[in-house]
Structure formats: structure tokens, C-alpha cells
């Protein structure tokens, strides 16, 4: 299930004036590449996402704020500052089979997609795969490299860029993202 906060601005684009120029593709192309994806577009990714990582039961993505998602780090890692993705795993699976939830900042996402050079819309689902990871007990501080493996063979399979934990090796990624353990 996809959930977009009330807070967020859906198409920040819609706000900025740009000077009229011959042709135009590649301003709106870029404008475009910008843009929050549907919830349609973003469910079916997930659903292709967890069946490759055999995540089992619902999962419900939060596309957020930084200043949202800066509050859940705070409260659930005590970590006072905003991240990319953040990964609430069930405590248990239950009679409701819920897997966990995941929270993306939708503010951090677009930076780095402009960072990157691809869309929003590809940069949110590197954080989904990521965030996935997490939710089926994967943890990059921990498993000497067994995490980055598996996002790496995922991605491939996906058709997706570089990876998170594979940026920070590569020393283009400062902000790592992070698992969340409530």
C-alpha cells in the first residue's frame, strides 16, 4: 500500500517559472523526471520488489517530508536528523500478515535522484528495494557485505542504478540509509 503525507507537495515543479527557451524537451523532460510517481506506478513496483525479495505480507510505504521523516528517526533511532528511508519491520507477522512499514522522504529522494542523474520516480524505488532489504532482516552495518550483495543482485534483476550501500563504498553518498527497530 502507497501513502502520501497531506504535507507533501505533489508536483513542486508546478510552482517554477522557467525562461522560455527554443524546443523546451529537455526542461520539461527534467521537470518531469521530478515528479512524484502514482501510486499505481509505485505499487506495482513494490509488489515486483517484494516477491524478488521474498518479503511476505502487506507493506505499507510512507512517501514523506524531511521534516517527517527527521520526527520518525528521531523518535524510533533517536537520531535527530532527516534520512532517506527508514524500515519498520512487524514485530510479528500476526494473524493480519503485515511484513512492515517503510517511510521515504520524498525531499531526499529528489536530491539525490538529481544527484544521480535519473528520475524521482527511479530513486524512490532504490529506496524501496533498500528499505525492503531491512524488513526481511537484512542490516548493511552488520552482515559484512551480505546486505550489499543481495541489494546489488536485486537491482540487476530490477533494472535499477547503483544502490545505497554501494554508493557509500563507491564514497558518492553521505547519507546512508537506515533501518529502523522500533
Do not use: C, W
Not at 146 to 161: H, N, T
Amino acid at each position: 500500500m502507497i501513502l502520501f503525507d497531506p504535507d507533501l507537495d505533489p508536483d513542486p515543479t508546478s510552482h517554477v517559472r522557467l525562461p522560455a527557451r527554443p524546443g523546451g524537451s529537455a526542461q520539461t523532460a527534467t521537470l518531469r523526471n521530478q515528479r512524484i510517481p502514482n501510486a499505481r506506478t509505485l505499487a506495482r513496483f513494490l509488489g515486483e520488489a517484494q516477491s524478488a525479495v521474498k518479503v511476505r505480507g502487506q507493506v505499507t510505504v510512507l512517501l514523506t517530508t524531511d521534516t517527517a521523516i527527521r520526527r520518525l528517526n528521531r523518535q524510533f533511532r533517536g537520531k535527530n536528523k532527516a534520512t532517506d528511508v527508514l524500515s519498520f519491520p512487524a514485530v510479528a507477522p500476526g494473524p493480519m500478515k503485515i511484513a512492515g512499514d517503510l517511510a521515504i522522504s520524498v525531499n531526499t529522494a529528489r536530491r539525490q535522484a538529481e544527484e544521480r542523474g535519473h528520475s524521482l520516480a527511479t530513486e524512490i524505488k532504490v529506496l524501496t528495494l533498500h528499505g525492503l532489504l531491512h524488513l526481511a532482516g537484512f542490516d548493511h552495518e552488520t552482515d559484512e557485505g551480505e546486505m550489499a550483495r543481495r541489494e546489488q543482485k536485486l537491482r540487476a534483476k530490477l533494472r535499477l542504478p547503483h544502490g545505497l550501500i554501494e554508493r557509500a563504498k563507491l564514497g558518492r553518498y553521505a547519507g546512508i540509509a537506515e533501518g529502523a527497530r522500533p
